[in-house]
């Protein structure tokens, strides 16, 4: 048997204990075994020593499988098994790769136990799809038909389905351990056994992993069990023996005089077999001789060709615009850089061979770089699968430029798998990156602009719905007022009727009568104060509309500033005196005028008093002045208000200021009144008059408002004076003199004329409000006057051709004609027929000032805003009758 050269024996000593204690194994010997699979070795391996044991090596020469190994693992004491087990899949998984474990149930669980010992996240590996754990048994009953065979439909469907399933879920190579074939050799089912071997070997021909059978020996303790045991073992591409700890199975030769010839006969049958395999070795040979000359000569021609089309490629390769650079590995690895690769690097090709270009890249790229890719290591065969993709990052350049590049990585492989080398390719997009910075940039501008200007309208919407809020509150407080007082009126007039519809009037009548006049009189003057608040209310919007919208012009001019606010102290002393206090001044005298407008400094000053007053229950209101002379250029006029009223904290000063805003309780309207816009008109109008505004204010002591105005002399007569602007506080009455309408319906050559006082006896009245037709209609008649009613212009033409009358009073806005049109007219026809102008009165509800100007424009002679009181009406009345008309 010596002379065979493919079998052979050999005595090894046994492992000692201090190797291999308790069925433990090292990981490093397990590891180590695992590495020879690649061998194409088989080996089988029986042991004794000197006085009763030998070492038994055979070795055959043909592979089973290749280099992906098909591992089969001995074992007498499970302990043994269980820690190749994990020493097989555990470090598999933890660099990515995924595991099948096929095993009894109770060895499931030490396994998974071992694993966890080992951290592995098992629970982690299960979900992802990376660890697979089957019951042998199981397993088994799906395989196994009912004659005994192994179906290879069901081999394919549960264990290469799930070998793909690992495959799809990992990144590394698949780990498979099995039991089955164990249970059947425990079972002396060796046909079946084997025919499941060749089943994954066909399998693993197709697919990448490695798998780990385990027998115990005791399935083979009989000696006519050692065909089969080699027929096994020969299914498998590298043996494992099992521990030398225990000799409980081992073979004695005194006690069984039969098991030496038996081995002999195996090891007889064995050569037999290996000698059949020398003469096809021999055949084989002489094939491959002449088939490695066929090769020789293909590989000659082959070699020419592609030196050829080599040639060809890395010329196409150095006339690109893009990077190229490429690596083979061998013992001498074999590279390949561009020109532009060398360009884009600012490095040669024998530096960039010898040191790469690692250092190049920008450093805040530069780890990730080194962590992802092998280029930093020349001779690294490492398989990076992710490379195959697309990467950007930054190249500083020799002279200090940042380039960017986007880099594709692509290894080139072999037939079966193996990474040859990669291919490394990069395009300077430095460009398209300042480009897309660039628009990213003005996206970004634009989002934020977009976002500003919606956070501006969402504000402007939330600050409109508030002053809509508010406006409506402060509307319908002093309408419910009117509502209230109206019901109260009309039931004392049912009280008076049913009183005065009696025949005799007794005492208790009389009585009732009047009781209930000082109670209508009061609901009267309450309903005349609501009207009055909300002629304020209204007033003040539309200063704040005007004021918002910068159409507040001021008319600057000369004016005694101490003459104007004693002036306005002169108003307010009647109420002063009636609530006890008293209005102090103290003005410093000046010299001379200020220059500003007077009008709106009055509207500010009033508005400050009101409050004063109002916010004041004892002492005294003091008005001062000062001249300040900010700088060589303006002149500043410092006035101050004070009062020893409620004052308030610095969080009540807070809400000063704003539209609809009262600074103190939530009772302060009640309390006090006000439409909470005061203030904030009298800030924009100081700031229009070049000034500021500043509050000092102690709770229970009382505040002091001051602000400043521009005195505006540094302008000189220049100064063109603007529009007047009517004061808000007071109803729009604007009047034009009966004499200037006459004046422009004279022709310039018409004679002098005399002139004589206008009497006024009939009124015609052009209204479509009924209501206000009836209360114009009393109010009139109450003066003596005679009054025809119209509802529109188209009608009012037609009176005014038919009848005569002393005074017309028109409506503006009306259906079917309006009375601006209707007043044209009006002045045509007196222009045709050479007539003298009839006064007209126009009544409106808008109190803009340019509604007034187009009015006034139109031939109106007096312009009144609604609502009007008694008082003003007769007034209107008297100052036309005292006016002179030309005749």
């Given amino acids: ?183 059947l050799s425990q079972r002396k089912q060796y046909q079946a056994a084997l025919v499941l071997e060749s089943k994954w070997n066909d399998f693993m021909k197709r697919r990448r992993l490695q798998l780990l059978c385990g027998y115990a020996l005791t399935s083979f303790s009989d000696a006519s069990d050692i065909d089969a045991m080699t027929t096994l073992c020969q299914a498998h591409g590298h043996i494992n023996t099992a521990e030398h700890t225990r000799g409980d199975y081992a073979i004695d030769y005194n006690a069984d005089p039969n098991a030496l010839r038996n081995h002999q006969l195996a090891l007889l049958k064995l050569q037999q077999r290996f000698k059949a395999v020398e003469a096809e070795l021999e055949r084989r040979k002489a094939s491959e001789a002449s088939l490695h000359k066929s090769i020789r000569m293909i590989s000659e021609t082959t070699e020419n060709v592609l030196s050829r089309e080599k040639d060809r490629y890395q010329n196409v390769l150095s006339s690109l615009p893009v990077g190229v650079y490429g690596i083979t590995f061998g013992d001498d690895d074999e590279f390949y850089i561009n020109k532009r690769f060398s360009q884009l690097v600012s490095r040669s090709e024998n530096e960039i061979r010898a040191h790469g270009w690692i250092d190049v890249i920008h450093p805040d790229d530069r780890k990730a770089v080194e962590t992802n890719w092998p280029f930093c290591n020349f001779r690294s065969n490492q398989e990076y699968k992710f490379l195959a993709n697309r990467h950007e990052y930054r190249l500083i350049h020799s002279n200090g430029d940042i380039i960017w590049v986007k880099a594709d990585t692509t290894p080139t492989t072999a037939e079966d798998g193996h990474i040859l080398g990669y291919l490394h390719t990069l395009m300077d997009i430095t460009e398209l990156k300042n480009t897309e910075r660039g628009r990213l940039e003005a996206k970004q501008a634009a989002e934020e602009h977009q976002r500003h200007r919606a956070e501006e309208a969402e504000h402007h919407k939330e600050r409109q719905d508030q002053w809509i809020d508010s406006l409506c509150h402060e509307l319908r407080n002093p309408l419910n007022g009117i509502s209230g007082n109206v019901e109260l009126l009309e039931d004392g007039i049912e009280h008076r009727r049913a009183i005065l519809s009696k025949s005799i009037l007794e005492e208790s009548d009389i009585l009732s009568l009047r009781k209930q006049l000082p109670l209508d009189q009061e609901s009267i003057l309450a309903v005349r104060n609501c009207v009055a608040q909300q002629k304020v209310i209204t007033d003040d919007v539309l200063s704040v509309s005007k004021l918002e919208l910068g159409k507040v012009l001021l008319k600057k001019v000369d004016f005694n500033l101490d003459t104007v606010l004693s002036d306005i102290i002169k108003l307010f002393q009647a109420e002063v005196a009636a609530k006890g206090l008293a209005i102090l001044t103290d003005f410093n005298s000046f010299a001379g005028t200020i220059r500003n407008d007077p009008q709106r400094l009055t509207q500010v000053v009033i508005n400050l008093l009101v409050n004063a007053i109002n916010f004041t229950d004892s002492g005294n209101i003091t008005v001062a002045t000062r001249h300040m002379k900010s700088n ?253 008309v030309c005749q």
């Fill in 1 to 183: 048997m010596d002379d065979n050269p493919h079998l052979k024996f050999s005595s090894s000593p046994l492992l000692s204990p201090s190797q291999s204690t308790n069925g433990d194994i090292s990981e490093d010997y397990v590891s180590t075994s695992w590495s020879e699979a690649s061998s194409n070795d088989v080996s089988l391996v029986s042991s004794y020593d000197d006085s009763a044991n030998v070492m038994l090596n055979i070795q055959a020469s043909e592979p089973v499988v290749g280099e992906h190994g098909h591992i089969v693992q001995f074992y007498y004491d499970e302990e043994y098994l269980y820690n190749s087990i994990i020493s097989f899949v555990a470090p598999g998984l933890k660099a990515g790769g995924g595991a099948l474990i096929i095993a009894t149930k109770p060895h499931l669980v030490i396994i998974e136990n071992k694993l966890r010992e080992r951290n592995v996240n098992v629970q982690k590996k299960k979900d992802a799809g990376r660890l697979l754990f089957f019951d042998a048994h199981d397993v088994l009953k799906a395989l196994q038909k009912s004659d005994g065979n192994i179906s290879g439909e069901k081999f394919e469907e549960l264990i290469e389905g799930s070998i793909d399933e690992l495959k799809a879920n990992s990144n590394g190579i698949i780990y498979a351990f099995g039991e089955v074939v164990n249970i």
């Fill in 632 to 884: 060589s250029v303006e002149n500043m006029v410092k006035i101050s208000i004070t009062d020893t009223g409620v004052g308030m904290n610095s969080k009540e000063k807070a809400n000063l200021f704003q539209r609809f805003t009262q600074p103190t309780s939530k009772n302060t309207f009640h309390e006090y009144g006000g439409s909470g816009l005061g203030l904030y008109i009298s800030k924009n109008l100081v700031k229009l008059m070049g000034g500021d505004f500043s509050v000092e204010s102690e709770k229970g002591k009382g505040s002091t408002f001051s602000f400043t105005i521009l005195d505006d002399h540094s302008d000189g007569d220049t100064l063109e004076s603007q529009t007047a602007i009517i004061e808000v506080t007071k109803p729009l009455n604007i009047s034009l003199p009966l004499n200037s309408v006459s004046a422009m319906n004279e022709s310039p050559e018409s004679p002098s004329q005399e002139c004589v006082k206008k009497q006024i006896r009939t009124i015609l009245l052009v209204e479509d409000n009924k209501i206000n037709q009836n209360m114009m209609k009393r109010l009139l008649t109450m003066k003596g006057y005679e009054v025809l009613i119209v509802d529109n212009g188209k009608l009012a033409l037609s009176a005014f051709e038919t009848k005569s009358f002393d005074l017309i009073i028109m409506d503006i806005q009306m259906p079917i004609m309006d009375g601006i049109t209707a007043t044209k007219e009006i002045r045509k026809l007196e222009k045709l027929n050479a007539a003298t102008p009839i006064p007209i009165v126009g009544l409106s509800g808008n109190a803009r000032e340019f509604h007034a100007v187009n009015a006034l424009n139109s031939g109106l002679n007096r312009y009144m805003t609604k609502p009007v009181n008694k008082a003003e009406l007769y007034a209107v009345l008297e100052q036309f009758e005292q006016e002179s």
